[in-house]
Each structure stands twice: as C-alpha cells, then as structure tokens.
C-alpha cells in the first residue's frame, strides 16, 4: 500500500521552496526596517535617563555631606571628597557619601563638578555622547538644578 501512494503521484514534501524562503526573508527584513529605528532611539533615551538618575544621586549625596561638613565641596575637591575626606572638611567629614568610586557618565566621560555653579551653589554636567559643551539631542549637555 506505501509504495502504491508513490506511483499513482503522491509523495511527501520535504523542507521549504525557495519562494517560501525569500517570502520569509522579505517579512523578517520589513518588520526589522519598522523596529530597529524605534528601538535604537530609545537606546539614547535611557542613556540621558541614566545620567540624570546619576546626577541626583550625586545630588543627595552632596547634600548629605553639606549637612555633616557645613558646605559643598569646592571646585577643586570636586565629587571625589565623597569618598575621601579631604584636609579641609575635618573631623566633621562622616563619609564615603557613595557606595563605589565616582562613576563616568553613561558615555565613558567624567561628570564636572563646579562649586559655586551657575544657577546655585554647585552645578554637575555631563558632557553628553559628543563630549563637547552645547549640543542637542544624545550630545545636549545634562545638568544639575
């Protein structure tokens, strides 16, 4: 009975035709084409996203150590005397005020840090993706206050 399937004509299909395969391909590449630009730019978004939540972080840990010293850390102190006491806090210094080293922002550059600031009495910048001041966009500057 098996062997008579295959003489009167009927057989098995094994795989896929070619057709099938570019029709596949073709559909793979046009939902790619729609995705790929809109995930890509949310990939930038969560960058500037990671760099504001570490702005505040260094935020309220600069104002931790103003609580415990009596003032921010100057311009040349700069965020490390979270870390480390430096000469002129004293006794009064009751850190580290963050858990890990300073980290670079989200692009590998580190944060300036200027006391007084600009718009109070310190100011944090990250540079953003361009490492350049100004910008827009993933290369616009981020800052505190």
Known sequence: MHAAKYQMGFHR?????LLELLVVIVIIGLLAA???PKYF???????VTVAKAQIEAFEKSLDTYRLDVGRYP???EGLNALLTAPATAGAKWNGPYLKKVVPADPWGHAYAYKAPGTRGEYEITSLGKDGQPGGSGDNADITSQ
Not at 13 to 17: D, E, L, N, P
């Open 74 to 76: 100057t311009t040349e």
């Open 41 to 47: 730019s949310q990939l930038g978004k969560s960058e």
């Open 13 to 17: 299909r094994k795989g896929f035709t």
């Open 34 to 36: 729609y995705v790929g």
